[in-house]
C-alpha cells in the first residue's frame, strides 16, 4: 500500500493544518513543526500502547502546530471504545476512519519530507512547499 495514495487525504489535513499555523504566523520556521511532528509521533506511540500521556514540553510556536494537527489527527483517527468522537468548529467527525498505526505512519512521512524540504531550501522550505501544494 502506498500510504501517499491510500491516505492522501489524511496527509493534506494534517499539512492544512500545519499551513493554517503559518498564515496565523509567518515567523513560523520548518524546525518549529519537526518539533510538533516529532512529539506527535512520540505522543501517537504512547496511544498505541495504551500509556498515559506525555507532558507536552513544547511552548510557542511548536506547541501552536502541535494542538493545530493533534485536533485535525483527533477529528480523523479511529477511536478505541469509549473514546468520544471529535468535532472540529463547523466539521461534523467523518467517522474515525484512520487506524493509529497509519497515523504514526503519516506523521513519520511528513517529518522526513519536512526535513528533506529544510535542508534543500532552507528554514522554510517544507513551509514553502505547503503553500505551493495544500489548497
Known amino acids: 500500500m502506498q500510504l501517499e495514495h491510500e491516505y492522501f487525504d ?3 489535513n494534517i499539512e492544512f493544518a500545519v499551513l493554517s ?15 510538533a511532528y516529532d512529539r506527535l509521533i512520540k505522543h501517537y506511540k504512547r496511544v498505541k500502547k495504551k500509556m498515559p500521556p506525555m507532558q507536552s514540553t513544547l511552548s510557542g510556536r511548536p506547541a501552536e502546530v502541535y494542538n493545530n494537527v493533534y485536533d485535525m489527527i483527533e ?18 467527525g467523518v467517522g474515525g476512519d484512520v487506524p493509529i498505526v497509519i497515523v504514526i505512519r503519516c ?16 528554514h522554510r522550505g517544507y513551509l514553502t512547499l505547503l503553500e505551493t ?3
Open 10 to 12: 489524511f496527509l493534506q
Open 75 to 92: 477529528w480523523r483517527r479511529e477511536k478505541s471504545d469509549g473514546e468520544p468522537e471529535v468535532e472540529l468548529e463547523d466539521m461534523p
Open 107 to 122: 506523521l513519520e512521512k511528513l517529518l522526513k519530507s519536512a526535513k528533506n524540504w529544510n535542508k534543500r531550501d532552507g
Open 133 to 135: 501544494y495544500v489548497k
Open 21 to 35: 499555523t503559518y498564515k496565523d504566523d509567518p515567523a513560523l520556521r520548518d524546525v518549529e513543526v519537526m518539533k
